[in-house]
């Protein structure tokens, strides 16, 4: 189940005014970073490396809603740090969802007890707990014991509170196709979310952990060996069927970076969130100034193991509805 019924009508929407229009690079999903704070060191992300001075800053929400009108994609996904730090951060996701913008908030869910009064239920809003695998595995991955527990807590928190809940799951070479299939299995018909997404680790220059990171013949391989015996069909993923082709190497694509774009306290990040190769000011200045042509697999050593989704799962989408073949095929999935 890729998303639901409203969210795909409006994605599908937004591509073919935008391709009506003549506009070969457009957004499909904006990462906002309102923070790069977070109450967590996870030894595969790199964002907390950042200076002292740069980690107390949080962006105005005025700021924040001017960099999503500036952008216009329909859906927003707002990350860090840990976004629940951000003491405005109930006033922000209010103003996303009166512009009917589909909203996902990022969290570690630790501080979901105490900040869950500060949203409403919407179908234009959704939780994303990040969950790295069951309880040793989750634990190791966030450098703290106990948070597993914490965060499975939260999910039946959410859930009871009638709010959308989806997960995001990184895995790394230490992962198996087992360790894969427990998880997924555990979320999918244990916690019983709405929606899965999956996410190989991308090398973060600044992530305290470089050993562990997935290559592509890895990805393939254990995303086609979890995926059998019928789980890729059963499981509520958050992703195109093309997309999970892709993972499994039954298809391939280049990097779309353009239609996932990242704004956080520094501006516009080129040329995706992965990476850190300046800023721009503007939503255009990051489209017109940056040499997408120099990034991606067999262009940029640092994009030579990258199957993030940030990069291609936007290509998959546009390869999607630009056949009729694969978009009957993504509603019959759906």
């Given at each position: 189940?890729?998303?639901?019924?409203?969210?795909?009508?409006?994605?599908?929407?937004?591509?073919?005014?935008?391709?009506?229009?003549?506009?070969?690079?457009?957004?499909?999903?904006?990462?906002?970073?309102?923070?790069?704070?977070?109450?967590?060191?996870?030894?595969?992300?790199?964002?907390?490396?950042?200076?002292?001075?740069?980690?107390?800053?949080?962006?105005?929400?005025?700021?924040?809603?001017?960099?999503?009108?500036?952008?216009?994609?329909?859906?927003?996904?707002?990350?860090?740090?840990?976004?629940?730090?951000?003491?405005?951060?109930?006033?922000?996701?209010?103003?996303?969802?009166?512009?009917?913008?589909?909203?996902?908030?990022?969290?570690?869910?630790?501080?979901?007890?105490?900040?869950?009064?500060?949203?409403?239920?919407?179908?234009?809003?959704?939780?994303?707990?990040?969950?790295?695998?069951?309880?040793e595995r989750h634990d190791e991955s966030v450098c703290k014991e106990g948070v597993f527990d914490d965060a499975v807590?939260?999910?039946?928190?959410?859930?009871?509170?009638?709010?959308?809940?989806?997960?995001?799951?990184?895995?790394?070479?230490?992962?198996?196709?087992?360790?894969?299939?427990?998880?997924?299995?555990?979320?999918?018909?244990?916690?019983?979310?709405?929606?899965?997404?999956?996410?190989?680790?991308?090398?973060?220059?600044?992530?305290?952990?470089?050993?562990?990171?997935?290559?592509?013949?890895?990805?393939?391989?254990?995303?086609?060996?979890?995926?059998?015996?019928?789980?890729?069909?059963?499981?509520?993923?958050?992703?195109?069927?093309?997309?999970?082709?892709?993972?499994?190497?039954?298809?391939?694509?280049?990097?779309?970076?353009?239609?996932?774009?990242?704004?956080?306290?520094?501006?516009?990040?080129?040329?995706?969130?992965?990476?850190?190769?300046?800023?721009?000011?503007?939503?255009?200045?990051?489209?017109?100034?940056?040499?997408?042509?120099?990034?991606?697999?067999?262009?940029?050593?640092?994009?030579?193991?990258?199957?993030?989704?940030?990069?291609?799962?936007?290509?998959?989408?546009?390869?999607?509805?630009?056949s009729l073949k694969q978009s009957l095929r993504a509603l019959r999935e759906n």
């Open positions: 189940m890729p998303m639901p019924l409203r969210q795909s009508v409006r994605v599908a929407s937004h591509i073919m005014t935008n391709k009506a229009r003549g506009k070969d690079k457009f957004p499909l999903i904006m990462e906002l970073e309102p923070l790069f704070a977070c109450n967590l060191a996870c030894a595969g992300c790199g964002k907390i490396q950042h200076p002292a001075d740069v980690l107390k800053r949080r962006m105005p929400v005025e700021q924040a809603i001017a960099a999503v009108k500036e952008c216009g994609a329909p859906m927003v996904s707002i990350a860090g740090g840990e976004p629940l730090m951000h003491p405005q951060i109930g006033e922000m996701v209010d103003e996303l969802v009166k512009m009917k913008k589909f909203v996902f908030l990022c969290t570690n869910a630790l501080l979901v007890p105490k900040k869950l009064d500060k949203f409403k239920p919407s179908p234009y809003f959704a939780f994303t707990v990040h969950i790295d695998g069951l309880q807590a939260a999910v039946k928190l959410i859930k009871e509170r009638g709010f959308r809940v989806t997960t995001n799951t990184t895995f790394f070479n230490t992962d198996t196709p087992q360790t894969v299939i427990d998880v997924l299995n555990y979320l999918n018909d244990d916690l019983q979310v709405d929606e899965m997404m999956l996410s190989p680790g991308y090398a973060y220059d600044k992530a305290p952990d470089q050993e562990h990171f997935l290559g592509v013949q890895e990805t393939r391989e254990l995303f086609r060996k979890a995926f059998a015996d019928g789980n890729r069909k059963r499981w509520r993923l958050n992703h195109s069927p093309l997309f999970l082709d892709f993972l499994e190497g039954k298809a391939d694509f280049g990097c779309t970076a353009w239609a996932i774009p990242s704004y956080s306290l520094f501006g516009w990040q080129r040329p995706c969130y992965l990476m850190s190769d300046g800023y721009a000011q503007t939503y255009q200045e990051l489209l017109d100034d940056t040499d997408w042509e120099s990034y991606g697999r067999g262009r940029d050593p640092r994009c030579a193991n990258c199957m993030a989704h940030c990069g291609y799962e936007p290509t998959a989408v546009f390869t999607t509805l630009g």
